[in-house]
């Protein structure tokens, strides 16, 4: 499936209730063979009104966290979501629904195809990691799934909400940087 084919049959799916509340279906956004790609939870509401991920307050605090290690969403990384319509009052998307968009996300990967996958959060992480895995205790390790480099940090909504997570959030970001110019050193190739 080519990537034009694959954004125009999400827009118009229909696999889940999150379809009848969507302003835009939020596919993603960036470079589509990037080494590098980002995977956060599920739109917010300004996510859903422009139809591009983390566009909100969050968005612009994952912007600097990216800039702090030279990454850049429309010069050298993909960023997608779980779940692709935003969940009502921003609570978490269920699991029907996960399970219903999965799918999307696989396939996207499948065109990405990223050396070093960064997972967003909590959610992100037991979805791509594992179902048990712990933010808190795991956050910034790096796991083999299939040959790709997994990892996670803390979601940027997280930090607006707890900012002492910031300081393990820089280590990370500096891990993740030397593991990107070890593995993926492309990534800052690009212009
Ligand atoms: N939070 C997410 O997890 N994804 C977005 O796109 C926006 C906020």
């Known amino acids: 499936m080519t990537w034009e084919e694959l954004e125009r049959a999400a827009k118009g799916c229909a696999r889940c209730a999150l379809c009848e ?4 279906l939020v596919f993603g956004v960036g470079v589509r063979d990037a080494d590098v790609m980002f995977v956060g939870e599920g739109p917010g509401e300004n996510e859903d ?3 591009e ?35 009502p009052k921003n609570r ?24 070093i996958v960064v997972c967003l959060g909590r959610i992100a992480a037991q979805v791509l ?4 895995f712990r933010i808190s205790q795991e956050h910034g390790r790096f796991f083999d799934v299939g040959g790709v480099q997994y990892t996670a940090l803390y979601h940027p909504a997280a930090l607006l909400r707890d900012p002492r997570k910031k300081p393990d959030t820089f280590v990370d970001l500096k891990n993740l940087q030397a593991r990107i110019r070890e593995i993926a050193p492309g990534t800052y190739e690009r212009s």
């Open 129 to 132: 990691i594992r179902p048990d």
């Open 53 to 87: 991920p983390f566009v909100g307050r969050g968005g612009q605090l994952l912007d600097v966290m990216l800039k702090i290690i030279d990454l850049d969403r429309r010069r050298n990384i993909y960023i997608a979501n779980i779940v692709k319509c935003r969940p």
């Open 92 to 115: 978490d998307p269920l699991g029907t629904e996960q399970e219903a968009c999965i799918g999307w996300l696989r396939a996207q990967m499948e065109l990405v195809r990223p050396k």
């Open 21 to 24: 509340t969507r302003t835009n």
């Open 49 to 51: 009104l422009q139809g």
